[in-house]
């Protein structure tokens, strides 16, 4: 696809294109002549991470998975510090932020339509799509009337401005005062940290849009990347989160690196977080076969030899069937979820009956992936 043909470029966002102007510039100059000519206190880089963290947690714990997806909900005491360290993230407010990123999910790779396309290319998505005024990143906030009705999320709208900039120059200047450092910590926890939280979120809208594995849906450009992951504080799983965009996890499984994932769900044995969604097992199970049904299917069509094609074929119909099979299975145990649970029948021992029947599916496509992975699909 290419990019939709305009006659005339749309104004220059003249806010946005300051700030990453001075921020960058600043970077390049100032930063590295301040290395050169002062010493720079452990404690200021220390604070820095500390605050990089703390402002990258708050983009993707509450910017995101909170406010733009829902995924969980949080303790007035959290939301206050994702509003405090999100404007200090300085991309936007949380109202503008979530309400463009809902646009993104719903048009994602439209030209015309997502905000930040990849399909207009790597530097659009990552930061060009913020230097114009683009119609595709236009707002009317209709798909954003809860957080309209949201106060704190409205009072972080209203005094963004001023609290950014207090944020990311009062703040630092004022903590370092307290440490001993106050232009070695407005350098390192104000000046580089904010360039490095703008690229590393930027990467999502970017990379993770372009570079790694498709396990679960081939519908969308976006990618599953643990290199990304390690940067974006476990936004890299951006297959799975494009697929199942309610779930608090984007690394769904134990292992991969989903910090903000770890931060959501202990704070929920202390009660600061609660309802967090999770998408069912055997529903990400399920996605995962269909694109290995996806990818032998290919194979097949590729195979040139007729004796072994015969093979193949057969033994991809019988899986097929055993898939089709347990899928049936599991739809008709939702079913009967459903029912028990209108007709107040959750008594103790249907309920464990069912869960049984529930662990048995799961693992039956577990088992059959697994299956799937070993068989030698590849033609002769
Ligand atoms: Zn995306
Ligand atoms: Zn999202």
Redesign the pocket.
């Known amino acids: 696809m290419t990019a939709a043909k305009t006659d005339v470029r749309p104004p220059l966002n003249t806010p946005a294109l300051l700030m990453f102007t001075i921020s960058t510039l600043l970077l390049l100059t100032v930063f590295p002549w301040y290395l050169l000519t002062h010493d720079v206190s452990a404690g200021a880089w220390i604070g820095g991470v500390v605050l990089l963290y703390a402002c990258g947690l708050s983009i993707t714990g509450g910017y995101h998975r909170l406010w733009a997806h829902r995924a969980y909900q949080a303790h007035g005491s959290l939301k206050l510090f994702y509003v405090l360290f999100g404007a200090m993230a300085f991309q936007n407010s949380i109202l503008i932020w979530a309400s463009t990123h809902r646009i993104?999910?719903r048009h994602?790779d439209d030209v015309d339509h997502d905000p930040y396309s990849i399909n207009r290319g790597l530097w659009y998505a990552h930061l060009g799509w913020m230097l114009r005024d683009y119609p595709s990143a236009r707002l009317d906030y209709s798909n954003a009337r809860d957080l309209l009705d949201d106060k704190l999320v409205m009072f972080q709208h209203r005094y963004y401005l001023p609290l950014a900039l207090f944020m990311n120059i009062g703040f630092p200047f004022l903590l370092g005062l307290a440490f001993g450092d106050a232009m070695g910590w407005l350098m390192v926890g104000g000046l580089l940290r904010l360039v490095v939280n703008h690229h590393v979120t930027f990467l999502?809208?970017s990379l993770?849009?372009y570079w790694g594995r498709r396990p679960y849906t081939i519908e969308n450009t976006?990618r599953d990347n643990d290199l990304i992951a390690l940067l974006t504080y476990g936004e890299g799983y951006?297959n799975y989160?494009?697929l199942f965009q309610w779930d608090y996890r984007n690394g769904v499984r134990w292992w991969q690196f989903d910090p903000t994932k770890w931060m959501i769900a202990s704070l929920s044995w202390i009660g600061v977080t609660r309802n967090l969604k999770r998408v069912p097992e055997f529903r990400i199970q399920r996605a995962m076969l269909q694109r290995q049904f996806e990818r032998v299917r290919e194979r097949l069509n590729a195979c040139k030899n007729p004796s072994r094609l015969e093979a193949m074929q057969q033994q991809f119909e019988q899986e097929l069937d055993a898939f089709k099979v347990t899928v049936n299975a599991w739809s008709q145990l939702q079913a009967q979820r459903i029912e028990a649970a209108r007709d107040k029948l959750n008594d103790q021992w249907q309920h464990s009956e069912m869960r049984q029947q529930l662990l048995a599916l799961e693992q039956a496509l577990r088992e059959q992936r697994e299956r799937m992975q070993t068989m030698h699909w590849q033609p002769a």
């Open positions: 993104h999910h994602v999502i809208n993770a849009h976006a951006h989160h494009h």
